[in-house]
Every structure is written in C-alpha cells, then in structure tokens.
Nanobody
C-alpha cells in the first residue's frame, strides 16, 4: 500500500553534511508519524529522529543540535539534514512511516563517515 524511497546516502568526511530524503507514495491518508532510524553492524536499530503529524519533533541525544528532521506534505517527503557528522554516525539509515496499525520501512541507505 505504501512505498518509501530513500536517497542521499553516501560517503562523507567527519564534520561534513548530508541530507537524506524519503519520498512516500501509495495509499497515504492518515500518517501518525514519520521517522529516521539507523543500524550499525552488530548493533540494535535505534531511533534517530521523528516527527508527528502535528509537527512535534524528537531526537536521540547524540544527534541533538546536529540533525534536523523536516517534512514536505505536498511532496509526501520527509528529510533528515545531518551536520557535523561523526564516524559514530556511520550506519544504514531507514525511513519509517506509521499509519493506523501499520508501519512501513524504506530499503535503507548507507551513510559512512570516514576520512
């Protein structure tokens, strides 16, 4: 019913910036929340940032002040602007959309922070 297509991942140097995009399509009529998660090798998937249908945002402590989540309702797209990137930000980043009792995930995009 819902498809999420991510873009913007890649290799970036420490201190650099990157913007991830997630475009949603399909049967979208009542979004509860949109979010970005990440998973590094050997680690649990963790919430990075989320935004509700009311516009309330939430960030994990390690990215506060560096990452910004935003959305464009007209384009059905959610973004994650990542500044001052650190090697520990290296992970596969996943877009998530929650609607009713369902949740949908993007395919994941690799972000590697290394010199």
């Amino acid at each position: 019913q819902v498809q999420l297509v991510e873009s913007g991942g890649g290799l970036v140097q420490p201190g650099g910036s990157l913007r991830l995009s997630c475009a949603a399509s399909g049967s979208i009529f009542s979004i509860s929340a949109l979010g970005w998660y990440r998973q590094a090798p050997g680690k649990q998937r963790e919430l990075v940032a989320a935004i509700t249908n009311g516009g309330t945002t939430n960030y994990r402590d390690s990215v506060k002040g560096r990452f910004t989540i935003s959305r464009d309702n007209a384009k059905s797209t959610v973004y994650l602007r990542m500044n001052s990137l650190k090697p520990e930000d290296t992970a596969v980043y996943y877009c998530r959309l929650a609607q009713l009792a369902y949740e949908y995930w993007g395919q994941g995009t690799q972000v590697t922070v290394s010199s």
